[in-house]
């Protein structure tokens, strides 16, 4: 497998977000985000760890970009931080937050390297939240003024604009099961969050649409391949339930098909919260959708799960040796069948997958991080996205999580996805054997010779 293979106008890349790197928590003037606060309370993140420094990417950002250099990767997506540039999340954007994003885009530029922004990658102002977030309507509204602002600022050397990143992930993790920031819990919560991130994707992609003419405008998805744990009837039944809520909830909408609630009764509970002409403005014609995938999930049927009467079986609990240092299980045919899922699909004009990636226990030997476990995921999983873009899927780019490694959400700094070593106590940046690899298979553009 070599890099020609995918074809010249395949788009390679490598995905950061702002939180998980950024640091300078404080710095210059920026308000504090949900994350912020949801870091500070106990018990909520492994360890005690928090992002006030992280990568500390904010001033290091030349550094870590000279890797992105260095391994020829074209493309690098990372996200705005929102309270950066309006500290209260509507009003007056800060002058500082706005440059720095200036300074961060002008240099991807300058090393021949394009950007690819996601305006929203759950760093939420919390003075937002303190009105109620994701569960307030309003957030159509403060989300579009932020939308506004940025893409007026970069609109003119931005093209690829991302609006949210995995609705389901924020509000399932952080509105339901509380396990993410803001950490609410419950329907009450979920079903408000969830219909107004769908009607999110199209209001503001309407504003990025109208602001930054000629831009591809798109938004991402998580998703993972879902097999029933039998093939007892009751467990195929879960199965589909949980693809529903999985993989459908968010894309089926803004495809114009609905919510998936055939499949899945309980998700009538969004009625609730859908106002008259709210079907009319769900639907929005993206230039592309980045799909995210990890893994995949086996689900049997519980009677005693409320609502969705499934549960996911943990890898390791079926007796799966190969996982991830997320106990995530490494089944690259995922990615496959995922890709030919939202190929599907009538109106996706394109999918990238905007995060593949894995994390291992790396270590520092003689001054380098051998990772044979990471180049191999990646390279089992490209196989596989090469495998379904031959049969005619509409798979035009690649996206590696992630550049260096970073703060992993509520797992803190132990689970580590960079294809950069980061030491977070000295903050030095090792370039892992997998970026080598990374690096010579995109260096090497000619088709025969294989990297292998
Ligand atoms: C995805 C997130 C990304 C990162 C990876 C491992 O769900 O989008 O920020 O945490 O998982």
Redesign the pocket.
């Known amino acids: 497998m070599v890099r020609a293979d995918f074809g010249t106008d395949f788009q390679w890349g490598v995905s950061t977000?702002a939180f998980?790197t950024e640091g300078a928590y404080d710095a210059d003037g920026k308000g504090l985000s949900i994350w912020d606060t949801f870091t500070r309370r106990r018990g909520k993140i492994k360890r005690g760890h928090r992002a006030d420094v992280a990568c500390d990417f904010y001033h290091r950002y030349q550094e870590d970009l000279a890797f992105v250099k260095q391994m020829h990767i074209p493309n690098f997506r990372f996200s705005l931080s929102w309270p950066r540039i309006l500290p209260a999340g509507t009003g007056k954007p800060s002058d500082n937050g706005l440059d720095f994003y200036d300074r961060l885009i002008d240099h991807c530029l300058a090393q021949g390297i394009t950007p690819w922004v996601t305006l929203y990658?759950w760093d939420l102002p919390q003075l937002l939240q303190d009105r109620g977030g994701w569960t307030n309507r309003d957030i159509l509204s403060w989300l579009s003024e932020y939308a506004a602002c940025v893409a007026k600022r970069y609109g003119d050397r931005v093209k690829h604009w991302m609006v949210l990143?995995?609705p389901t992930?924020f509000t399932g993790a952080g509105y339901f099961f509380g396990v993410h920031a803001p950490g609410l819990t419950g329907l009450r919560h979920f079903f408000p969050a969830a219909h107004h991130a769908a009607l999110a994707m199209g209001h503001v992609g309407r504003v990025l649409r109208s602001e930054i003419p000629g831009g591809a405008i798109g938004s991402t998805f998580?998703c993972s391949s879902i097999h029933p744990a039998s093939s007892r009837p009751r467990d195929l039944a879960a199965a589909k339930r949980a693809d529903a809520l999985i993989n459908r909830l968010f894309i089926e909408p803004v495809l114009g098909m609905g919510y998936p609630m055939a499949d899945l009764p309980a998700l009538k509970g969004i009625e609730k919260y859908m106002l008259a002409g709210d079907d009319a403005l769900l639907p929005f014609d993206f230039d592309f959708i980045g799909i995210?995938n990890?893994t995949r999930e086996v689900v049997r049927h519980v009677y005693w799960v409320p609502y969705l009467h499934a549960k996911i079986r943990p890898a390791r609990r079926r007796g799966v040796q190969t996982v991830t240092e997320m106990g995530w299980e490494i089944y690259p045919e995922s990615i496959y069948e995922m890709i030919r899922k939202f190929s599907a699909y009538a109106n996706v004009p394109k999918i990238y997958v905007t995060?593949n990636g894995a994390a291992f226990p790396d270590v520092v030997v003689n001054g380098g991080v051998a990772d044979p476990q990471r180049t191999e995921y990646l390279q089992s999983h490209l196989a596989q996205v090469l495998r379904v873009r031959n049969e005619g899927s509409n798979v035009h780019g690649y996206f590696v999580?992630s550049l260096t490694d970073n703060f992993?959400?509520a797992e803190g700094y132990r689970a580590r996805?960079g294809l950069v070593y980061v030491d977070f106590e000295t903050q030095q940046r090792i370039l892992k054997d997998s970026g080598k690899w990374y690096g010579q298979f995109l260096e090497n553009t000619n088709s025969g010779s294989s990297v292998r």
């Open positions: 977000a998980q990658h990143n995995e992930v998580s995210q990890y995060e999580w992993e959400w996805f």
